[in-house]
């Protein structure tokens, strides 16, 4: 038969002899071309199961790497919770002690000492508040955080928390207005001890960055199912290049650190992103360097019932 | 090193049989001496104590050769040794390309005499027959009982070797062997012969003393299209087929101009696609591969084809080729007559595993299968394998191509 599989018939042997010959040749060559496409094909395989391989084992490294980080992690805020707690409390021993110390010895104290217990207080009071952020913040990463969801009277609380800071306020002669919405429930759902935090992480913030006899407000805002608080000050600004960071871990504006010459440690909006958002909210701002912030979080209006 | 097991029966010692084999195969292209300290240790560690009478060590050219030794000679101090450069090493375990394989033997029952014959580009025949005479020599002065060989793989006229030992052992003498390669470069072969490395040379081992073999060679190709006759040739020189060059016939079936086939070796592309020779006594037709094409269009091969011949192109394919191999290690096995197998020499063509590629352990593992799981078992791919046809005893030697060659020696 030929190509066309008909039967073909030869006129000589020669002719036969000639055929079969080229049938060979055909053979010899579709053979030749296969196995360089199957030596091509086999290698391309055995290039594949080698990058498995690789792939397979940097993922067993990296799994393992993985497994070491985390263990140090969970080392890490161990650690940090620890030593947390046991500062916490000789620190609170100091400042009862401190303060017991500044009632009895009453005006019989001559001024210079008067101001040397009130600073060591105000110092124990600062290291409190770290080692407090600090533990909230192991908290949060550990995941044992608990949140107490209450109604509370939003103004009372808003006028509460400013009031923490009348004296500062006073001392720099800051004009501070407050404010809150006619139209706010006179209940609102939220945790008290969290926002509180946050409250004051911010209002700090404000007052620590802007200069005296300068502006700051405070105002509490109600606007589509949710309820906007929002704290404004004539301070320092943030930078713009620095602006993607500020919520991060340890994390401080340059200009703040060289402002207040590196007291803080860069939790306080760490702490407060992660509690607006546990409330279903979101914490941002504004900021103009050398002219002021405007920092704003909302969480959901939910009133008692 | 222990003593013989030997056990008092009856107040009579009785010492028992003893051939052991160990076989080791490392990787290390760091350090080339220690691939070969850590093969070597691997190998002895099979002893159980024993102190082996010889050394078989086939490996990479990626390794330095002196260095290999290096490592043997430190492992093995006053213990023979002899092997050579390979295009893949084989063991029980593996099928390597850039490794260190090594076979210890230890026997109390043979007795192993190394000899070397130099110059086989100058005169195979009787760099063959040099190789011979000097086993004889050191086995004092008589013949062995089995002649292994390892010649080099590049040089000289595979067939002559083959002839010029066969003038000093006696035409059916059984002799078995591979030829050294250097993994697929077709540049320079080595061979080991006790503290040298030699190139150019021929290895011979005797083996004298109570023990059984078996031999089993087949390749497995086929002859395709017309028979054609070779009407020039001149040593391992093809120089005209019909009438024309040689290298007319790779053109013409290949589809190729002679350039694309003389600028690398031909062996490359041809490997798979050798020259086949009609011989009696065999089913099969002896194979000689085609190495290297000159713009002549003429071939050099690895061992000459007579002027008259009548030769076709082969063609192989890639499960005969395993059957082949099991008919190989069946026939090997059969000539023990039902002994133990000790331990495998396996010397397999280079070109069996560019036809098999990915199955290329595939056949290693079936012959090692048919003898015997747990047998050791050494070897290498080689440029060439001498034996007789289909591995038949007390039949003439000669030079193969494109073969599964296996030596089993037992009990």
């Not at chain 1, 992690?73 to 919770?81: D, G, M, V």
């Not at chain 2, 050219?61 to 101090?77: D, M, R, T």
């Amino acid at each position: 038969m030929n190509d066309s599989g008909k039967t073909q018939f030869f006129d000589s042997p020669e002719e036969q002899i000639a055929e079969l010959n080229r049938i060979a040749k055909t053979l010899v060559r579709r053979d030749l071309e296969l196995s360089q496409v199957r030596a091509k094909q086999e290698e391309q395989i055995a290039e594949l199961e080698q990058t498995a391989r690789i792939l397979v084992r940097r993922d067993a490294e990296l799994t393992t790497a993985k497994e070491r980080l985390e263990r140090l992690n969970a080392e890490k805020s161990e650690f940090l919770s620890i030593v947390a707690h046991q500062l916490r409390t000789p620190l609170t021993g100091i400042k009862w002690s401190l303060a017991a110390v500044q009632r009895s010895l009453g005006e019989k104290v001559a001024e210079k000492e008067k101001e040397l217990i009130l600073q060591s207080l105000a110092s124990t009071e600062r290291m409190i508040a770290l080692v407090n952020d600090f533990l909230n913040v192991v908290r949060i990463e550990e995941g044992r955080i608990t949140y107490v969801f209450q109604p509370h009277n939003i103004r009372k609380f808003v006028k509460e928390t400013a009031e923490m800071f009348a004296k500062s306020i006073e001392e720099k002669n800051i004009d501070f207005g407050l404010s809150v919405d006619d139209k706010a429930p006179e209940e609102i759902v939220f945790d008290d001890e969290k926002i509180t935090i946050v409250l004051q992480n911010l209002l700090e913030n404000a007052i620590k960055f802007t200069p005296p006899k300068e502006k700051i407000s405070l105002s509490v805002r109600c606007r589509e199912g949710k309820i906007l608080f929002a704290i404004s000050d004539n301070g320092i600004g943030i930078p713009e290049d620095e602006r993607d960071k500020i919520f991060r871990k340890f994390s401080m504006a340059s200009n703040a650190i060289m402002y207040e010459g590196g007291k803080g440690i860069g939790l306080g909006l760490y702490l407060s992103k992660n509690i607006v958002e546990a409330h279903g909210g979101e914490i941002n701002f504004t900021s103009e360097e050398g002219k002021g912030s405007v920092f704003y979080f909302s969480i959901p209006l939910k009133t008692g019932a | 090193m222990a003593e013989k097991v030997e056990r008092p029966i009856n107040n009579i010692f009785i010492k028992n049989i003893m051939i052991k084999a160990g076989v080791g195969i490392k990787r290390n292209l760091e350090n080339h001496e220690q691939a070969a300290i850590d093969a070597s240790r691997e190998a002895a560690a099979q002893l159980e104590g024993m102190r082996p009478q010889i050394v078989f060590a086939f490996s990479s050219i990626k390794y330095n050769q002196e260095e290999v030794l290096a490592g043997l000679k430190k492992s093995f101090p006053d213990v023979q040794i002899v092997g050579g450069s390979a295009a893949g090493e084989i063991t029980s375990s593996e099928t390597a390309f850039d490794a260190v394989n090594v076979m210890a033997v230890a026997s109390d029952q043979i007795s192993f005499s190394v000899g070397c014959g130099l110059g086989v580009s100058k005169n195979s025949f009787e760099t063959g027959a040099e190789a011979a005479r000097s086993v004889i020599q050191n086995n004092g002065g008589k013949k062995p009982d089995l002649f292994i060989m390892i010649p080099d793989g590049m040089t000289g006229n595979g067939a002559d070797i083959v002839d010029g030992a066969k003038s000093i052992l006696g035409e059916n003498f059984p002799i078995i062997g591979g030829s050294s390669g250097d993994d697929y470069r077709f540049q320079k072969t080595y061979e080991y012969c006790q503290d040298k490395v030699l190139t150019d040379a021929v290895i011979g081992i005797g083996l004298s003393g109570k023990f059984s073999y078996g031999f089993g060679i087949r390749h497995g190709w086929e002859p395709v299209g017309l028979p054609l006759k070779v009407t020039k040739a001149e040593g391992t020189l093809l120089k005209e087929i019909n009438n024309e060059p040689a290298l007319k016939v790779y053109e013409d079936y290949f589809g190729k101009e002679a350039s694309e086939l003389t600028k690398e070796p031909l062996a490359r592309m041809a490997y798979t696609y050798p020259i086949g020779v009609e011989v009696e006594g065999s089913d099969e037709l002896l194979i000689r591969d085609p190495v290297i094409a000159n713009e002549k269009g003429e071939i050099s091969m690895a061992a000459a084809i007579p002027e008259g011949a009548v030769v076709r192109l082969m063609i192989g394919d890639r499960d005969k080729a395993i059957n082949a191999a099991k008919w190989a290690a069946e026939t090997a096995k059969s000539q023990l007559d039902g002994r133990q197998p000790r331990f495998i020499l396996m010397f397999n063509c280079m070109a069996r595993n560019k036809l098999l590629g990915v199955r290329c352990s595939e056949e290693n593992q079936l012959a090692q299968s048919v003898i015997g799981q747990g047998v050791p078992m050494s070897g290498f791919y080689t440029y060439g394998e001498q034996g007789p046809l289909l591995g038949r005893k007390n039949s003439p030697a000669h030079f193969h191509n494109e073969t599964m060659t296996l030596l089993v020696v037992g009990e």
